[in-house]
C-alpha cells in the first residue's frame, strides 16, 4: 500500500514537472516576473481612476466602461539600464506577442520614434485581455494590460471621446506621465 502511494505521489510530481517545463511564457508571468526588478516600473490602475460622474455617456459607452475591470502597466526605461539587457527585454515581450492567442487589432508609429500595436486575447466581442505595447526609441517600452469582462471592441472603441470629457486622478497617473516626459 505504502509502495503504492510512493509510486503515485512520484508519477504526480513527474507530471506536474513537464507539463509546467511546457508552458509558454505569457504577458502575465512576464509582468509578475519583472515588475520589482531594476529598470522597470509597473502600476495597476482601478477604472475608479477615471471620474466619469458629470460625463453623459451612451448606453454603449456605459456597457464598456464597466466591462473594463482595471488596467496593469508595466514599462522598461531604457536610461535606467544598459543596451544588452533593453534589446532582451524587448525581444522577450516581442517573443510572447508572436504568440497565436495574441491577437492584433492595429498597429502604428514609426521607425524614428517608435512604434505600438494593440492587441487582445479571446474574440473581438468577448476580449478577456486588451493589450498595448508600446516602444520608444529614446524612453523604452511600456505594456498595458486592460483586463475585464466581456470586453467589446467596437464599444470599447466608443471610449475614447469619452475619455476625452473625463477627469482623471493624476497621482494615479504619475507612473505613466513620467514614461513620456
Not at 17 to 29: D, I, K, V
Not at 131 to 140: E, H, R, W
Amino acid at each position: 500500500m505504502i509502495q503504492s502511494i510512493k509510486k503515485s505521489i512520484v508519477m504526480l510530481l513527474l507530471v506536474t514537472a513537464f507539463t509546467s517545463c511546457n508552458q509558454e511564457p505569457t504577458l502575465q508571468t512576464y509582468y509578475v516576473e519583472n515588475e520589482l526588478k531594476p529598470g522597470f516600473a509597473s502600476f495597476d490602475l482601478p477604472t475608479s481612476f477615471v471620474n466619469v460622474e458629470n460625463v453623459d455617456m451612451t448606453e454603449e459607452q456605459k456597457e464598456a466602461y464597466n466591462s473594463v475591470d482595471k488596467l496593469n502597466v508595466l514599462t522598461f526605461m531604457k536610461a535606467d539600464t544598459d543596451a544588452d539587457d533593453y534589446k532582451l527585454e524587448l525581444e522577450k515581450v516581442n517573443t510572447i506577442l508572436k504568440d497565436s492567442s495574441y491577437e492584433e487589432l492595429m498597429r502604428g508609429g514609426n521607425p524614428t520614434d517608435g512604434k505600438f500595436v494593440v492587441k487582445f486575447l479571446g474574440d473581438i466581442d468577448n476580449i478577456d485581455e486588451l493589450i498595448i505595447f508600446g516602444n520608444a526609441k529614446n524612453k523604452g517600452f511600456l505594456i498595458a494590460r486592460i483586463l475585464g469582462d466581456d470586453m467589446n471592441a467596437n464599444k470599447l472603441m466608443s471610449l475614447t471621446s469619452l475619455l476625452e470629457k473625463a477627469d482623471f486622478d493624476e497621482n494615479q497617473l504619475k507612473g505613466l506621465t513620467n514614461f513620456f516626459k
